[in-house]
Structure formats: C-alpha cells, structure tokens
C-alpha cells in the first residue's frame, strides 16, 4: 500500500490519527463532535448486498491491529474468510440435520476461527469476482449466490439414503464460482507465502482475541465455574464462548481499549429508531418527545413515526438512562438482536460534552454525514452492544485478573 498511515485515516474520516488530537466535525444534523481519542484504522469499505458484516469489521479489527503493531496498512480479502466460513457453515448445518440456520450473516469469532485454522490473504490476492459491477466497491453476486448454496445445502436434506462423499466439493465449486479460488500459495510483495504464513508474517495470533458480552441470564465470569458461555444468538453458529461482565466493566474494557490505542470488533442491534442512516446513533427519550424537543402535544401526537424519529435524532436531545435490567429485557424479547457488525475506534464529544463512540461502519461513504463513520452515545453503546471481540492485553488489568487472562 502506498497511502501514508495518516493518509488513510483522513480518507476515512477527515481525522488526525493522533490520539491528543481534536477536530471538530460539523453536519447539517445539528450535531458538532469534537475527537476525544481516535486509533489508526483502515479505509471505510462497502459490503453492499451482502450479509457480511461480520467479516467486513472483524478484519478491518485487525487491518488496525497490524498498524499498530507493524505500522504498517494491509488490505485483508473479505471474500477469502467468507468462503471458508460458508462452507464451514454448511457442514454444520448438515451435521445437524438441517435443524440450524445456513444464512450469509456471522460473527466476528468466524473471522478469528479463520484466522487460527486457514490464515488470511490481501485483497489483490482474492478480489473477489464483480459480475456486471459499475463501481469497484460493490458486490452485486451475493445475492445470487446465498440463494442458489441455500438451495444446495437445504436440497441435501432431501437426499435419498446417505450423502456421497463429495457433496463438499459440490458446494465449495460454487463458492470458487461465484468469489474465486481460496489460493493455498501465493507471491505478495515480492515473497511467497501460504495464507497461514502470511498472517504469521503480520504478528497476528488467534489466541490474543476474546468475546465479552454482558447478560445476566448466566451469571457474571467472575464467579467460580462460570469462566464463559455460549452467546445465544443465531449467527454464533460456531459456539463461541464469551466472558460474561456487568455492564460497567464492559464500558470499561472498551474505553480502556481506546486509551490505550486498541480498537474493538462491536456487534450490535441497529433496528432501533435511534440509529439514523445520517451517522448517528443515540437512544431517545421516545415518551417525554414532545417535551424534549420543544414541540406543541397535539402536533407531536399528529407527528408520523418517521417525522418524529427525525425530531428526536436531528441535535442532542435527553436520552433514556440505561440499566443492566433494561439490557436483559431487550435481550430476553428480543429486541436486541445481532443485527450488524462495526469496528469501534474512537470516542468524541458533541458540543454538551455528551460522550460519543466513534465507529467505523461497512456501507460505504456517500450518502452520510461522516463519510461512513457513527457516532455512538454512551447509552447507545450500554443498551445496543451485543457483544465485543477485543485483545485481551486491552483489557484492564484488575478485570484481565478476575477473568483468568
């Protein structure tokens, strides 16, 4: 990559990468954010019509754990990971009588699972395959494709008698179709490399990264015997077991992480009414509205849901105070669902000195106030986080010792 480490970082988000560094960013929302701390990421993708969020956050979390280890800017392929955990996938599902879910969503543990057993490999390696793609950001294939593996993996259910021993390769032939071959070696920069050595070669570990969530459906990882569970959500097909803290010493573990100039994988519920397609992400006093926006009663309650989503989300306004209780709720009726994976880096204030997480999204940068970047409010963040994947040297220390790490 040619682009300066700073360079990259201003294309994303008009920011300095320097952590003591304040810039102020203005739109016509009505919100002013001043930068607090921001780490070094990579440039804002676009996953397009795909469900693969997951991957799209998970690696550029560790594109920033290589600029911070290596001071150097790599470009991991997307498409490399998500062939591999398709497949994965499938077999699970077939394993399991087709009683689970084959769906092109995941979790950023399938990005690390990658990582441990099949490496990784830069972008100009596996590209990916653009049928009839007017833009070099966008993948217009997955579409098609997660329909016609879905067809493949569901009609194994209808086999007569017991599968064939190829029924694999039938499917990793429609993967190697539709996003081209997963090379087993390659030539980058001038070296060969298998896709394990070439991860190797970037200081990345498998074993450095854990999930944190907080519910309290299974008790705290504190408690001896309850190191971790299994995060009950459709997409955590592979299992992964999380440590489970108090909503306070999640907090902690993610602003500790900032400080210290890490960033984190986020999975998180955006279907509420408080995450805006402008950058903006808060969770809004809905009941106290018309008061809290200044608006007369009897045009607030002839306002449609969008006019007053908009009246709530365009400037600061009072949010709702966020409880562990109110967490579990959402959780248990779920309304907190695992609905999009984002990269958290940064934190800022607006111009009351509310704090914001700055996060870096997968949808591309035009039509957005922030170039592709959120900002998160604190009670956004408390309310909406499903889970984190961080490296455990992020974590503070008095935590990383109750945990066991």
Same mark, same amino acid.
């Given at each position: 990559?040619?682009?300066?480490?700073?360079?990259?970082?201003?294309?994303? !988000?008009?920011?300095?990468?320097?952590?003591?560094?304040?810039?102020?960013?203005?739109?016509?929302?009505?919100?002013?954010?001043?930068?607090?701390?921001?780490? =070094?990421? +990579?440039?804002?993708?676009?996953?397009? *019509?795909?469900? %693969?969020?997951?991957?799209? !956050?998970?690696?550029?979390?560790?594109?920033?754990?290589?600029?911070?280890?290596?001071?150097?800017?790599?470009?991991?392929?997307?498409?490399?990971?998500?062939?591999?955990?398709?497949?994965?996938?499938?077999?699970?599902?077939?394993?399991?009588?087709?009683?689970?879910?084959?769906?092109?969503?995941?979790?950023?543990?399938?990005? /690390?699972?990658?990582?441990?057993?099949?490496?990784?490999?830069?972008?100009?390696?596996?590209?990916?395959?653009?049928?009839? =793609?007017?833009?070099?950001?966008?993948?217009?294939?997955?579409?098609?494709?997660?329909?016609?593996?879905?067809?493949?993996?569901?009609?194994? !259910?209808?086999?007569?008698?017991?599968? %064939?021993?190829?029924?694999?390769?039938?499917?990793?032939?429609?993967?190697?179709?539709?996003?081209?071959?997963?090379?087993?070696?390659?030539?980058?920069?001038?070296?060969?490399?298998?896709?394990?050595?070439?991860?190797?070669?970037?200081?990345?570990?498998?074993?450095?990264?854990?999930?944190?969530?907080?519910?309290?459906?299974? @008790?705290?990882?504190?408690?001896?015997?309850?190191?971790?569970?299994?995060?009950?959500?459709?997409?955590?097909?592979? $299992?992964?077991?999380?440590?489970?803290? @108090?909503?306070?010493?999640? $907090?902690?573990?993610?602003?500790?992480?900032?400080?210290?100039?890490? +960033?984190?994988?986020?999975?998180?519920?955006?279907?509420?009414?408080?995450?805006?397609?402008?950058?903006?992400?808060?969770?809004?006093?809905?009941?106290?509205?018309?008061?809290?926006?200044?608006?007369?009663?009897?045009?607030?309650?002839?306002?449609?849901?969008?006019?007053?989503?908009?009246?709530?989300?365009? *400037?600061?306004?009072?949010?709702?105070? /966020?409880?562990?209780? $109110?967490?579990?709720?959402?959780?248990?009726?779920?309304?907190?669902?695992?609905?999009?994976?984002?990269?958290?880096?940064?934190?800022?204030?607006?111009?009351?000195?509310? /704090?914001?997480?700055?996060?870096?999204?997968?949808?591309?940068?035009?039509?957005?106030?922030?170039?592709?970047?959120?900002?998160?409010?604190?009670?956004?963040?408390?309310?909406? %986080?499903?889970?984190?994947?961080?490296?455990?040297?992020?974590?503070?220390?008095?935590?990383?010792?109750?945990?066991?790490?």
């Amino acid at each position: 990559m040619k682009k300066t480490l700073l360079a990259a970082l201003l294309a994303v !988000s008009g920011m300095a990468m320097a952590q003591t560094e304040s810039t102020e960013q203005k739109a016509d929302s009505g919100f002013v954010f001043t930068t607090i701390d921001s780490v =070094a990421i +990579t440039p804002v993708k676009n996953q397009h *019509r795909s469900g %693969t969020c997951w991957c799209f !956050s998970t690696l550029g979390f560790l594109e920033s754990e290589v600029l911070r280890e290596k001071k150097k800017e790599v470009d991991f392929a997307e498409m490399f990971v998500v062939s591999h955990t398709m497949v994965d996938r499938a077999e699970y599902v077939v394993r399991m009588y087709q009683n689970a879910q084959f769906a092109a969503g995941g979790s950023a543990y399938d990005v /690390i699972y990658c990582l441990k057993h099949y490496g990784l490999v830069p972008q100009e390696v596996m590209p990916g395959i653009k049928y009839g =793609a007017t833009k070099a950001d966008t993948l217009p294939v997955h579409k098609e494709l997660d329909a016609v593996a879905a067809g493949y993996v569901h009609a194994l !259910s209808r086999s007569l008698g017991k599968l %064939t021993p190829v029924w694999k390769k039938g499917l990793q032939a429609i993967y190697d179709t539709y996003l081209g071959v997963c090379p087993e070696e390659f030539t980058y920069e001038g070296k060969k490399y298998t896709p394990q050595s070439y991860a190797a070669s970037l200081g990345l570990n498998a074993d450095d990264y854990v999930s944190i969530t907080s519910y309290t459906h299974h @008790p705290w990882s504190y408690e001896e015997g309850h190191p971790r569970f299994v995060f009950e959500v459709p997409d955590n097909w592979r $299992m992964d077991l999380m440590y489970n803290v @108090p909503m306070e010493d999640m $907090m902690r573990i993610i602003d500790n992480a900032l400080q210290n100039g890490y +960033t984190l994988a986020w999975g998180a519920d955006v279907s509420e009414q408080g995450f805006t397609r402008k950058g903006v992400a808060v969770v809004p006093d809905v009941e106290n509205g018309a008061q809290n926006t200044g608006t007369d009663m009897a045009h607030w309650l002839g306002m449609d849901a969008k006019a007053k989503r908009d009246e709530l989300t365009k *400037r600061p306004l009072p949010e709702l105070e /966020i409880t562990q209780e $109110m967490r579990q709720e959402a959780y248990d009726n779920w309304e907190n669902t695992d609905d999009h994976g984002m990269q958290i880096f940064g934190r800022a204030k607006d111009q009351n000195g509310k /704090i914001y997480y700055m996060i870096k999204n997968s949808w591309g940068t035009q039509g957005f106030d922030y170039n592709g970047i959120w900002y998160a409010s604190t009670a956004f963040m408390q309310y909406k %986080t499903n889970d984190i994947l961080v490296n455990k040297k992020a974590i503070p220390k008095d935590i990383r010792k109750k945990l066991g790490l």
